[in-house]
T-cell receptor, first 118, second 114 residues
Framework: GAVVSQHPSRVICKSGTSVKIECRSL??????MFWYRQFPKQSLMLMAT?????????EQGVEKDKFLINHASLTLSTLTVTSAHPEDSSFYIC??????????????FGSGTRLTVV | AQTVTQSQPEMSVQEAETVTLSCTYD???????LFWYKQPPSRQMILVIR??????QNATENRFSVNFQKAAKSFSLKISDSQLGDTAMYFC???????????FGKGTRLHILP
């Protein structure tokens, strides 16, 4: 089955530093990956859509300069939280879709990254 | 814009009982996909079941089945013979055929009681 690996699962960083989160599709190619943010006991909020070889598309209200997304290959997308602040602390989840047919397979999600900024 | 509404924030049922989770959505699209995702305490999102809007037949996956009412824009999930492992947050989700984005409802927290 389709597997998406997300790393790290937990990270604690100091305020003002940057942290990178990786999302890898292990056994399939993903032209599109998605990054979500989830606050405690809330739903997933789509932050951006990551397309291989092109710039990410950010949702309204998401700071593209703070949340840098790179999708350099068909199996890897990265989210870098720059100059992190305590309010950036959250659970971040990535997901990936197979090239075709994406809706049939749905989307495979990574196991998430809990970011704590101190 | 598409919206997904889950009106039950939290539910509890006894093990082995049947439970139905409600979901309504709003869209002007005629072709789309609907999903139910499960997020257990591990927080790993797991696809439970999918439904294609152009198919009238309700999708089933073992103990999980849906009641898809396209005209009413309703997409409920029925879990039969509920098990302790079904305890999780359940999200109803919508995706346009011509789009990549999945729109999630706010979720229903389901507790299966021993």
């Amino acid at each position: 089955g389709a597997v998406v690996s997300q790393h790290p699962s937990r990270v604690i960083c100091k305020s003002g530093t940057s942290v990178k989160i990786e999302c890898r599709s292990l056994d399939f190619q993903a032209t599109t990956m998605f990054w979500y943010r989830q606050f405690p006991k809330q739903s997933l909020m789509l932050m951006a859509t990551s397309n291989e070889g092109s710039k990410a598309t950010y949702e309204q209200g998401v700071e593209k300069d703070k949340f840098l997304i790179n999708h350099a290959s068909l199996t890897l997308s990265t989210l870098t939280v720059t100059s992190a602040h305590p309010e950036d602390s959250s659970f971040y989840i990535c997901s990936a879709s197979r090239i075709i047919p994406r809706a049939y397979y749905g989307y495979t999600f990574g196991s998430g990254t809990r970011l704590t900024v101190v | 814009a598409q919206t997904v509404t889950q009106s039950q924030p939290e539910m509890s049922v006894q093990e082995a009982e049947t439970v139905t989770l409600s979901c309504t959505y709003d869209t002007s699209e005629s072709n789309y996909y609907l999903f139910w995702y499960k997020q257990p305490p591990s927080r790993q999102m797991i696809l439970v079941i999918r439904q294609e809007a152009y198919k009238q037949q309700n999708a089933t996956e073992n103990r999980f089945s849906v009641n898809f009412q396209k005209a009413a824009k309703s997409f409920s999930l029925k879990i039969s013979d509920s098990q302790l492992g079904d305890t999780a947050m359940y999200f109803c989700a919508f995706m346009k055929t011509r789009d990549d984005k999945i729109i999630f409802g706010k979720g229903t927290r389901l507790h299966i009681l021993p």
